[in-house]
């Protein structure tokens, strides 16, 4: 095995005395276990060391692997020029895993560099390794903000990649944990902060990956957790293999989660292929919820399927509800893919003849226009999670007391601007959320004036 062992460390610059100038006491045993992580990795004495940073650089759809010879960086920016790196990248591990990402259509690489120098991410784990062994290139690789599935794919092309050139690797998964587990904290304090901390905690300690794919994207939001994309990858760099883990530390004493885990493959183990197993029970799960679907959300699914496989528009086909071709509307059409969105578009007001003609160009524009992704392909419609709104006719409000984000969509105007936002959203709590949101997708400024207007809609899963 390739990959000899992997790390889940923090990167919090106070740890470093030059920068805490003494308040690294108060994290003194996430030190002690840094050290230890250090002492192992010396021990291994491997000949790369693959850093994945949720500071490097990161692209909403594509993993930005550091390019180049080499790169430096410094703790500058926390007070501490003094403190230097200049790393050697691992050139050719960086070009073969690029290689094997650009074969598979695998949306990872080299390109969009915006800043080569090392950020504190990578400096962190490397101001520890670096006082026990100086050997080993690095290769640097960013986080994205693609499904969790596919962070766990470039952990087994990480993997690959170390193994196609008999590469004695380690991965070093940074990243902190909640940042709101205080309220004296400078992030505050939420109730799934401590949650997310005592589970991942748990999860990593057990090495039980596969449920890292288990933990909601709302919830981990709300945790404010900063490492998890990372952990994924370090997981699927063990897929199908055994893995003997041990808890190192945990502490809380700032506000942020700092956690520390070891990681050592043992052989085989067919029992761990954890994302295979987890999209087969997702396509199961969709499988059996496309089934149960009322009238409007399969057409919605046979409108995006028949565009995607064959670019075709849908005909409005035989036996839908009477409301459904007798009644005008506005419509939405969301598309979600492990449980992340995967494009939706609609409309405020009608445009065509029925709901379901609307739902049929809205589910086409859906799956191949939404110009915040790319169009779906073939290969991704049985993991397809599709809904449909229909919404009622807007109406002018004159305060946001009106406003009730579990019932009423809202649309933000100013001039011909105009932003909307749906009803009942994950991750939408307060009416102040739900109008800045709507106001920032219609471009408009926080301080320029704008009227309100509410709608209601019927929401068909």
Known sequence: MSVLAAFMVPHPPLIVPEVGRGGEEQIAETTAAYERVAAEVAALQPETIVITSPHAVMYADYFHISPGRKASGSFAQFRAPQVRFSEDYDQELTAHLEALAEAADFPAGTLGERDASLDHGTMVPLYFIRRHYAGGKIVRIGLSGLPLTDH????????????????????????????????????GFAAEGPVYDRRIMDVCGRAAFGELLDFDETFCDKAAECGHRSFVIMAGAFDGLAVKAEALSHQSVTGVGYGIC?????GPDESRHFRKEYEKKQE??????????DAYVRLARAAVEAWVKNHRRLP?????PEEMVKNRAGTFVSLHKNGQLRGCI???LPTEANIAKEIIGNGISACSRDPRFSPVTPAE???LDISVDVLTAPEDIDSPDQLDVKRYGV????????????????????????IDIARRKGGIGEDEPYRLQRFEVIRHH
């Open 152 to 187: 766990y794919r470039l952990g087994q092309f990480i993997a690959r990649a170390c193994e196609d050139l008999g590469r004695r690797a380690v991965i070093i998964a940074s990243g902190d944990l909640s940042h709101k587990l205080q309220t004296y904290g400078p992030y």
């Open 284 to 293: 199961e799960a969709y499988r059996e919820k496309a089934e149960a679907s």
């Open 262 to 266: 070891t990681f050592y493959p043992e």
């Open 346 to 348: 609609g409309t405020i």
């Open 381 to 383: 419609l049985k993991s």
């Open 316 to 320: 409005v086909p035989e036996g839908l």
């Open 411 to 434: 649309i933000v105007t100013c001039g011909r601007r105009r932003g909307l936002l749906l009803p009942d959203l994950d991750g939408v709590d307060t009416v102040e959320e739900q």
